[in-house]
């Protein structure tokens, strides 16, 4: 019996998310002679029919003082030969063999990037690093989102990159281009319900964080547009509206050609990649970089990071950039935006690049390394 933690599935969305729900649709048919117990979040619905599924209600939060500390005290987990915890923590106590889904690390190397301002931010630091470096020691297996991750992994713990494997993850081919005339024109109604006074615009999809690069996707908007006003910036930023932003975006004379949306429905979310000129996602980091690999998918042309898992995920489709040069950025919005030719062969590469990664090859691996504890 393989007990797999799927908490993350509920309603308010997360990059996690996505990654649990790729598990829960596919290896019980994969793998039909496994036994699978899933632990389910109280506001999820039932999670799966398939035969070899049971599910149990566990009314804790994910990341809590009850799933760090307390679950095999509280969780009926009787039976399980192999416990799957997938979203970077390992759980105390637990007596079977453990695999542990390790996204990234950079609350281990840049807490900084990550935290929260307050005093809040450094027990969420000390959460985070206590079940990460519990992982790292104490799981049979660690699973990991790139080989970017897995190197990362490496220079905290040879030993830990040892026992790491590379599970990446998915896209989900609901990230297409459009199909037909009635889509093209959804998605130029979308330009105009959301960005307002555009002909053109840059797209950024991500929570603000510092790694995210937020800032110098602004500064680098402004030089390569300063000439161009009917060019606008869009950011989709799921905690929030930017505030951190808006004294640079006003600083640097952009007004109302700055857009910071929350709450974006998927169909409308998709649209706007439809009609972008390009993602511009320079990030610092990423274990897998999610808004540059659904723009593959969603034919959008891709300007990211030459650094971590970027260049993974979107080189040989993309513009890698170096991150840290706002003229880089820059020139790189630019040079799309100048050049429909290279816009439309960058949405061919794109569309190509992101069959490497689809959902159904993350059970697959994830499968692997089950086969290979059990």
């Known amino acids: 019996m393989i007990a797999i933690d799927c908490r993350y599935i509920r309603k308010q969305p997360s990059g996690i998310a996505p990654y649990v729900q790729s ?9 039909p002679d496994l036994q699978f117990t899933f632990l389910r979040h109280p506001e999820a619905d039932r999670l799966s029919h398939e035969p070899n599924v049971r599910e149990l209600v566990f009314p804790y939060e994910a990341t809590g003082p009850v799933t760090m500390w307390a679950m095999p ?23 079977m063999p453990t695999v542990t889904t390790i996204m990234d690390v950079m609350w281990m190397q840049h807490a900084d990037w990550c935290r929260r301002p307050g005093p809040w931010g450094y027990v969420e630091t000390a959460y985070y690093q206590h ?19 897995r190197r990362e992994i490496e220079a905290i713990d040879p030993e830990a990159a040892a026992r790491t494997r590379v599970t990446y993850y998915g896209v989900s081919e609901d990230w297409r281009p459009p199909k037909d005339d009635a889509e093209h024109e959804f998605a130029e109604k979308m330009r105009a319900k ?13 929570q603000f964080a510092g790694y995210k690069n937020h800032h ?19 950011l989709v930023q799921r905690l929030g509206r930017g505030s951190r932003l808006l004294p640079l975006v006003h600083e640097l004379g952009l007004g109302a050609r700055v857009h910071f949306l929350k709450n ?13 000129l390009c993602l511009c996602h320079p990030s610092l980091a990423e274990g897998f970089g999610n808004p540059p690999s659904e723009a593959l998918g969603a034919g959008c042309p891709v300007v990211t990071s030459n650094r ?25 919005m630019r040079e799309v935006a ?34 290979e504890v059990l």
């Not at 598990?23 to 994969?30: A, F, G, R, S, T």
């Not at 005290?73 to 637990?94: K, Q, V």
């Not at 110098?216 to 869009?234: E, G, N, T």
């Open 23 to 31: 598990l829960v649709d596919w290896l019980p048919k994969l793998a």
């Open 131 to 149: 079940g990460i470096a519990r992982a790292l020691k104490q799981s049979v297996r660690i699973a990991t989102i790139s080989e970017a991750s």
């Open 264 to 276: 974006v429905p998927f169909a409308e979310l998709r649209a706007l990649f439809w009609a972008a």
């Open 194 to 206: 959301w960005v307002p006074g555009a002909r053109r615009f840059v797209l950024t999809v991500g």
């Open 308 to 332: 971590s898992s970027m260049p993974e995920v979107s080189g040989g489709a993309g513009i890698l950039v170096d991150p840290e040069s706002v003229e880089a950025i820059a020139e790189a």
């Open 73 to 95: 005290l509280l969780a009926d987990l009787r039976g399980i030969d192999l416990f799957h915890a997938t979203f970077n923590i390992l759980p105390a106590g637990l007596r």
């Open 216 to 234: 110098a996707v602004v500064r680098a908007f402004a030089r390569a547009f300063a000439d161009q006003p009917d060019v606008h910036l869009v």
């Open 338 to 371: 100048r050049d429909d030719s290279l816009a439309a062969r960058m949405r061919q590469d794109g569309l190509r690049k992101v069959q490497q990664f689809r959902w159904k090859a993350t059970a697959e691996q994830t499968l692997a390394v089950y086969r």
